[in-house]
């Protein structure tokens, strides 16, 4: 990374964010106008499975005309809070995200047999939580995730979910939680000076030291990574938890990552069958808003997928056994199964 600033060692990456307008824009700035006539007190309505409503402000109030990040809510929990558990830096997201494509929507006013009358009404409120999964859904994409794939309404979510329901269909919730499908990749942030990768620190007081920083490790008070940029310079990324306010640091040189840098973050989804070949990846971006107030305003949005198709996983064949003559037919194995 370079800087004009050369006899600062403070600065800020502060060139103003170009964002990428796509076709298709203007339909989507007029269909959050809509979808925020159509919430209540601006929150969308979606619940816990205890009957608390879900916490997330409806896009529509955090991007103004321009598709640019208002910054002007504070985030509950550091996120989008989730049906399936609470957001986190994880993956909670995608979590929530693959728990509304799963999510069937049963039907509140069938009818149920077997059940006390305790039982159905339970039952039956259940399922009353479980719709809207495409409004939900509509709420974690970021603008450029709508342009790209044609999202101008909550209901143009449903060939996103079709998709991904029918290619991760081994995802199975009955046998796992969603969580346990889901591993973090990638992670990297595009800034004005170029892209920096990132990576976990092992020992975060041990790089402190053997860089020189002016810094000594809190980890009850922030996040660490290691970020290296294309020139191979390393710096400590350092992220407030409370305000999310994040710095990066190298020798004397201290950088303030605001809104003109987006964080990305690529998670792999795993089936059973494919050993540690995934079968989709999810990206999130982080809008990377300052503080609000002292509290921390930036969101992680559900930016882009890919559906990916895996070799299956199968035994081995070390090359031992009976001759050719000794190896049974298709036939013949499905004789045996039989």
């Avoid at 990428?20 to 499975?49: E, H, M, N, P």
């Avoid at 321009?66 to 986190?88: H, I, K, M, Q």
């Avoid at 990305?264 to 809008?287: C, H, K, Q, W």
């Amino acid at each position: 990374m370079t800087t004009n600033d050369v006899d600062s060692p403070h600065r800020r990456l502060t060139t103003t964010r170009m964002r990428r307008l796509k076709a298709g824009a203007v339909a989507i700035i007029a269909a959050f106008t809509l979808s925020a006539c159509g919430s209540s007190d601006g929150y969308i309505d979606a619940w816990w499975d205890n009957g608390d409503p879900i916490y997330a402000p409806v896009k529509a109030d955090l991007f103004d005309e321009d598709l640019v990040p208002t910054c002007s809510a504070p985030t509950a929990g550091n996120g989008f809070e989730s049906r399936a558990r609470p957001y986190s830096n994880t993956g909670g997201l995608v979590n929530l995200f693959l728990f509304e494509v799963q999510n069937s929507e049963p039907d509140p006013n069938a009818v149920l047999t077997g059940l006390t009358a305790r039982e159905e009404q339970r039952e039956r409120t259940r399922r009353e939580r479980l719709q809207g999964s495409l409004e939900t859904m509509y709420q974690m994409t970021h603008p450029d995730f709508d342009a790209k794939f044609g999202i101008t309404t909550a209901d143009d979510m449903a060939a996103v979910k079709a998709e991904l329901a029918k290619h991760l269909a081994d995802l199975d919730q009955s046998v796992a939680p969603i969580h346990s499908y889901v591993e973090r990749g990638r992670r990297w942030l595009e800034t004005p000076d170029g892209r920096l990768t990132l990576s976990t620190v092992t020992s975060v007081a041990d790089f402190i030291e053997e860089n020189n920083l002016p810094l000594q490790f809190e980890g009850l008070k922030f996040d660490y990574l290691r970020a290296v940029d294309d020139d191979g310079t390393e710096y400590l990324m350092v992220t407030d938890k409370e305000t999310a306010q994040t710095r990066l640091y190298a020798g004397n040189e201290v950088i303030d990552v605001d809104e003109s840098s987006e964080l990305f973050i690529r998670y792999e989804i795993l089936l059973p069958g494919f050993g540690t070949n995934p079968s989709a990846t999810i990206t999130l971006v982080n809008d990377q808003c300052p503080p609000y107030f002292g509290d921390a305003a930036a969101r992680f949005w559900i930016y882009d997928y890919e559906l990916l198709f895996p070799a299956e996983v199968g035994p081995i064949d070390l090359g031992f056994g009976g001759s050719e003559d000794d190896e049974a037919t298709d036939d013949e194995e499905a004789a045996v199964d039989a």
